[in-house]
């Protein structure tokens, strides 16, 4: 069972940013992907970026050029830092682990956070 601590969420004017950290419990870096899903009020869920344990990297096209994912290996903890943020990203933000087919919607992630809220607005 993985768990995840979750921080790094709220309000943030247009072309602001903000850094979503991410910490799991029960854990094991190997294929499979840490990372997030945003879903905002209305629309589908969509998988935003993750990283796996050779370091490979997936980014939605809607976020690429402007988010950063990272991980610290020794403190066990993914980054997702995000800059020039427009209020379309405007969403609840999940922790997820799982195939990394599940950031394409290809399969469900195996292992959920509670998610937090990132809010983009003048």
């Known amino acids: 069972q993985v768990q995840f601590v979750e921080s790094g969420g709220g309000l943030v004017q247009p072309g602001g940013s903000l850094r979503l950290s991410c910490t799991p419990s029960g854990f094991t870096w190997g294929p499979y992907c840490i990372g997030w899903f945003r879903q905002a009020p209305g629309k589908e869920r969509e998988g935003v970026s993750c990283?796996?344990?050779?370091?490979?990297?997936y980014y939605a096209d809607s976020v690429k050029g402007r988010f950063t994912i990272s991980r610290d290996i020794a403190e066990n903890t993914v980054y997702l830092q995000m800059d020039n943020l427009k209020p379309e990203d405007t969403a609840v933000y999940y922790c997820a682990t799982g195939d990394g087919g599940a950031w394409l919607g290809y399969v469900e992630a195996d292992y959920w956070g509670k998610g937090t809220l990132v809010t983009v607005s003048s």
């Open positions: 990283i796996n344990g050779e370091g490979n990297t």
